[in-house]
T-cell receptor, first 116, second 112 residues
Framework: AQKVTQAQTEISVVEKEDVTLDCVYETRDTTYYLFWYKQPPSGELVFLIR??????QNEISGRYSWNFQKSTSSFNFTITASQVVDSAVYFCALSEAEAAGNKLTFGGGTRVLVKP | DVKVTQSSRYLVKRTGEKVFLECVQDMDHENMFWYRQDPGLGLRLIYF???????EKGDIPEGYSVSREKKERFSLILESASTNQTSMYLC???????????FGPGTRLTVT
């Protein structure tokens, strides 16, 4: 069975600090997809990134970067020079290629609070 | 842009009432999903549908049913609401051949 663990329930930082969100996953499939979503106070989940299990290249998008390591089953997310607008709940999710409906399994989420 | 809308942002119902949560998407997506979100538990899948009139149970279907009579609309039904169904409910849709799900704003349901 697939499982996603986000050990950090809440992180508080001061603006301009870097923050790293941890995500560890479990799966028996060799083909799977990993995601990060952002949920701002408005409630709607916003898709940030998808990585497939065959692509371990790290990715950078502006102040966001992702570190995918199959050896440790981790897919960590770093926000560089955090801003108040980054305050949100962030979810890591996993989808197995063979799962019915390609359903997503979510971690418990990490609440990030960026103080001015 | 994909637009997923949900009929209510906030809803208060009494125990035993029948509750309908509606979700509509405008991008002709084949797949639609209902999740509930609880603190510390993340999002958990209740039901999903991959076509009109087709449905599959998710991880926590007990106490819920769904209806999909039209491609764009997916309804979640609580036949007899209970206090343990107080939660945030999120609808999502996905195109076949794609892996990204697009979410609605959520309905915060309180059952008293």
């Amino acid at each position: 069975a697939q499982k996603v663990t986000q050990a950090q329930t809440e992180i508080s930082v001061v603006e301009k600090e870097d923050v790293t969100l941890d995500c560890v996953y479990e799966t028996r499939d060799t083909t799977y997809y990993l995601f990060w979503y952002k949920q701002p106070p408005s409630g709607e989940l916003v898709f940030l990134i998808r990585r497939n299990s065959f692509d371990e290249q790290n990715e950078i998008s502006g102040r966001y970067s992702w570190n995918f390591q199959k050896s440790t089953s981790s897919f960590n997310f770093t926000i560089t020079a955090s801003q108040v607008v980054d305050s949100a709940v962030y979810f890591c999710a996993l989808s197995e290629a063979e799962a019915a409906g390609n359903k997503l399994t979510f971690g418990g989420g990490t609440r990030v609070l960026v103080k001015p | 842009d994909v637009k997923v809308t949900q009929s209510s942002r906030y809803l208060v119902k009494r125990t035993g009432e029948k509750v309908f949560l509606e979700c509509v998407q405008d991008m002709d997506h084949e797949n639609m999903f209902w999740y509930r979100q609880d603190p510390g538990l993340g999002l958990r899948l209740i039901y999903f549908s991959y076509d009109v009139k087709m449905k599959e149970k998710g991880d926590i279907p007990e106490g819920y049913s769904v209806s999909r009579e039209k491609k764009e609309r997916f309804s979640l039904i609580l036949e007899s609401a209970s206090t343990n169904q107080t939660s945030m409910y999120l609808c999502a849709s996905r195109a076949s051949g794609s892996y990204e799900q697009y979410f609605g704003p959520g309905t915060r349901l309180t059952v008293t």
